[in-house]
Each structure stands twice: as structure tokens, then as C-alpha cells.
């Protein structure tokens, strides 16, 4: 078996083929960019099946040419089998998410240097009221004035924030998730659009309005302004108005969400964004 190898790409250095050689690392390195582990199989085998192609004496030429262009075309394919075979199985063990809304696809593939619509931030913050102070999760928000305060610390919901006024149906969140290093904010942005738009168990038509990086408070974020249909219990849909602010620390990432119904959204606008822009870490 060892012999069979160094007769073929293997051996070309002891053989001082120096070109072959090259030709192998080269292979290997462009194949793994292109397409990871899968690249480099496919290449390395198409690299060796050309090579003993082209040595083998008894060959003509257009056999030679033949051949090589089946060794490439099978190289090929052989990667894209791996690749997609891997993809497969991550997906399936539940490491490779794929976004299957076209809000969390329009998040994910978004250009990091698109422009968002900024806050409509008032200089008067007497509608807000003093900070609420969360230590134990280590941030800080100054919520509308009077609205009620629940703590509520499930499923990654820490406090929701209300308006009392019970014919407007007016609110502010803040969400915590965890297990987040590997993500990027914009990837995280993606993943909870991708959870909004998938809780209900029914479409919401979540609609992208304007979304992009911001800094608050000297704290990268990523705001991604929509619109929803609510469902109701009838089976219809409510048209609603939304916000979310998405911050990341260390493993964890923060959602600082603001929504009220769309034919109040235009009076509730500058101060829920005044709202949310006071956020900020301990």
C-alpha cells in the first residue's frame, strides 16, 4: 500500500519533482479555502489521478486529456459531496443554524456598513422615568414614564416594561441570551429575528424597514426597525410597529425590543427610541 502512494503525487518530492510538489501544496491550500476539507480531498485526488494519467506511457495523448478532464470534473464533485455531507450533519447535530425567514436572511446578508435611520432621540427625557438598575444582569434602562415594571426571568426575558393605559397596547423588553462568543452582533441580529418571526408558530410577515450598526452609549449595537401582524385569537393578524436593539458582551447578548400597535406607532416613536437609547452596561 505504501509503495502504492509514493508511485503516485505522493512521492514526487523524493522523486524530485519539484513542480508535482508544488503543484500538491498548492492544491491543498487553495482547495481548503475554497471549500474547507472538502476542497482539499477533491483536489488532492484529481491531482493524483492527473498525475498517473499523464505518466502512464501507454496512454495517448487525447486519452491523456480525456482522462485528466475526468479526474477534475470527479475531483469536483467528490467536494461538493463532502462539503454538503458536513453541512448535513451540522445542521443536523444543531450546529449550523440556517436562517429560514426572509427577515433573518435580509439581517444575516446585510452589508455591515449599511446606514440606519437613527434615533429620534428628544433632549427632554422628562417622559422618562429614573434608570431601572438591573445588577444581577448588569445594565441599566430608563423605561417611559409610569409605564409598570415586571421582572419577569424566563426564557431569557429579564424585565418587560408597560403602558398602563389598557386601550393601547404599548411595550418594552429586555432579553438576555447566552452561549453567544462565536457570533458576530450582525449574526446574533439574525438569529433573533429568525426567533421572533418563527415564536407564534405562524407568519407574522415581519417586514424590514431600516437596519445597520449604532453606537449608544459608546456600545456597539445593531437596530433593525420592522413591521408584524399579531395574531390573533380570531386567526387574523394585528398590524404592529417594532424596534430592536441588539448588544453583545462577552458570551451574552442583550434585546432591548419596543413595540406598539401600527396606528400609534407615529406617537409612540420618539419616546421609546429616547427610551431605548439610554441603555447602557454597569
Do not use: C
Not at 17 to 33: C, D, H, M, P, S
Not at 69 to 74: E, K
Not at 204 to 227: C, D, F, H, R, W
Not at 242 to 254: C, E, L, P
Amino acid at each position: 500500500m505504501y509503495d502504492y502512494f509514493m508511485e503516485g503525487i505522493s512521492g514526487a518530492y523524493q522523486r524530485k519533482e519539484y513542480g508535482w510538489f508544488a503543484a500538491t501544496i498548492l492544491v491543498v491550500i487553495f482547495g481548503a479555502k475554497l471549500a474547507g476539507i472538502g476542497g482539499s480531498v477533491g483536489g488532492i485526488l484529481a491531482l493524483e489521478g492527473i498525475y498517473r494519467t499523464l505518466k502512464n506511457q501507454s496512454y495517448s495523448t487525447g486519452k491523456k486529456v480525456l482522462f485528466s478532464l475526468g479526474y477534475t470534473v470527479a475531483g469536483v464533485a467528490l467536494a461538493a459531496v463532502i462539503v454538503f455531507a458536513f453541512i448535513f450533519l451540522f445542521q443536523k447535530m444543531g450546529w449550523v443554524t440556517q436562517p429560514s425567514t426572509d427577515a433573518a436572511q435580509q439581517v444575516l446578508n446585510a452589508a455591515t456598513t449599511q446606514a440606519t435611520v437613527p434615533f429620534a432621540i428628544s433632549t427632554d427625557n422628562s417622559n422618562l422615568a429614573n434608570a431601572y438598575i438591573n445588577t444581577r444582569e448588569g445594565f441599566e434602562i430608563r423605561q417611559p414614564k409610569d409605564w409598570t415594571i415586571e421582572e419577569v426571568g424566563t426564557d431569557g426575558l429579564v424585565v418587560q416594561f408597560d403602558d398602563p393605559n389598557q386601550n393601547i397596547f404599548a411595550l418594552e423588553t429586555v432579553s438576555i441570551d447566552t452561549g453567544l462568543s462565536k457570533y458576530s452582533l450582525q449574526e446574533f441580529a439574525a438569529g433573533a429575528m429568525e426567533g421572533f418571526a418563527t415564536a407564534s408558530g405562524k407568519d407574522q410577515q415581519v417586514k424590514i424597514l431600516s437596519q445597520g450598526p449604532i453606537e449608544i452609549n459608546g456600545q456597539s449595537a445593531y437596530k433593525v426597525e420592522y413591521s408584524y401582524l399579531y395574531p390573533m385569537p380570531d386567526g387574523s393578524g394585528k398590524p404592529f410597529h417594532a424596534i430592536s436593539v441588539f448588544f453583545k458582551q462577552g458570551d451574552k447578548g442583550y434585546v432591548v425590543f419596543a413595540t406598539a400597535q401600527e396606528e400609534t406607532w407615529a406617537s409612540y416613536k420618539q419616546l421609546m427610541e429616547s427610551s431605548l437609547s439610554t441603555f447602557s452596561f454597569l
